[in-house]
């Protein structure tokens, strides 16, 4: 679960701005390639990760990105909505794509499956040194219990998708025995959000590739049948990505 | 790996003044049933997680807990060698079990469960909220390069105490296939440290005990073998504790 710990999201309101002419553009290339948007959140997350949440400021945001505080209060409406944001980055896609799968008529391991590839790969496109935004002190407050929830359920997906996994490779005892374990599949998951500590993207992706065989290793999928199971896994996750126009991790697109 | 991403440590100095008459002691027990030497840990452990580190005074550490700066001086020498402290108290631990494990005849699959086993209990019984402390990012400057080293060690034990296990289970081919993914191991114990995150001590008692399982589970030990194994590894445990005079955590001793 999560020493990774993504402390989770609220679903993300409406895009301010977004397509309407005449108002400041959320999605205009910069010279580092990067919208108004992700600036605010990249420069956000680095004063969260260096001087705290309380100490850092608004005004500290805007200035670091260069901007009018006018700006960054035409994308966010405060501090909070900052820090939400960039937490629901990494659930709300995920909760999204397992709404997805769980609408499509897959056999309930590459369900599982598809849905674990998916989560890694939104945890490694990760710009935001989100594994020290995830350990904000502030997070363990009240006023952060809401963002709890997105995660939850994202939790007890993982839970659902993997009982019925269990359901169609074990007798029932077997998979109710099995069943006790499932965290695991999310806690091998998330702690993918660490890996950047042990340096390079090349370890990162090496250690998404183990932690899929492994989620199937744990549901007690045979050793023959993993390729093919990945294999399934992945053309269920070309449609959906097809569907929503969301470009694959792994192709390189967006991975610095 | 490590999602859970201890940062690591180095060996811990000598304890200045343990049993030495005349000089401020290091284990009286106060108030609140911590030594001196605990309570400063604790509290620069709070200060740095809520302040961040560069911020934190060792004057501020010292008020906190009502002590002089003085006193603090005489058990730890400056700012840094409390982080490094903090950051060795959960590492140091595993690497003298793991060289103990080592030098004794056991079968290699008990071997690595009790090591998984003894660090797990380690992590459990974490009363610094460590899960703050790794992910600070002074973390990631050279300055604390070195406190890396340990951690290093002790994933590279995982690995070799794992090689080992897999040799003793499966022909040469598929043991190599599955020691691709051995750091997964590491990933799941380390991956404890956020339990905390999900409330309660008995879900991180509950995810530990997972844990235990997955990683033999990981190994490809059969269902069924993996009971005695853990008996095996907990009898290791017990004769270890008892020789160095640790008590066991799940006894309830150190909970807290």
């Given at each position: 679960m999560t020493d990774a710990g993504r402390q989770a999201a609220v679903p993300p309101g409406r895009q301010p701005g977004?397509?309407?002419?005449g108002r400041p553009r959320s999605a205009p290339k910069r010279h580092n390639g990067l919208s108004t948007r992700e600036e605010i959140l990249q420069a956000a997350s680095r004063l969260f990760g260096e001087q705290g949440y309380a100490k850092t400021t608004t005004r500290q945001i805007a200035d670091t990105v260069g901007i009018k505080q006018s700006t960054l209060y035409y994308h966010f409406a405060d501090k909070r909505a900052l820090l939400v944001s960039l937490l629901s980055s990494t659930v709300t896609p995920a909760l999204a794509c397992a709404r997805w799968l769980g609408e499509r008529d897959l056999d309930p391991v590459v369900r599982l499956c598809a849905l674990v590839s998916f989560d890694l790969d939104t945890l490694l496109r990760d710009r935001h040194n989100l594994h020290v935004v995830y350990h904000?002190?502030?997070?363990?407050?009240?006023?952060?219990?809401?963002?709890?929830a997105a995660q939850t359920v994202l939790r007890d997906t993982y839970r659902d998708f993997s009982r019925a996994a269990l359901a169609s490779l074990h007798p029932p005892r077997e998979a109710a025995e099995l069943a006790e374990d499932m965290d695991l599949v999310f806690a091998l998951v998330e702690a993918s959000?660490?890996?950047?500590q042990w340096g390079g993207e090349e370890n990162r992706f090496r250690y998404a590739t183990s932690a899929l065989r492994g989620s199937l290793r744990l549901l007690g999928v045979a050793r023959a049948d993993i390729p093919d199971v990945i294999t399934r896994a992945e053309q269920a996750l070309a449609d959906y990505r097809a569907e929503v126009g969301d470009p694959p991790l792994r192709s390189g697109h967006d991975a610095g």
């Open positions: 977004e397509g309407k002419p904000l002190p502030e997070l363990e407050t009240d006023d952060f219990t809401p963002t709890r959000v660490s890996q950047r």
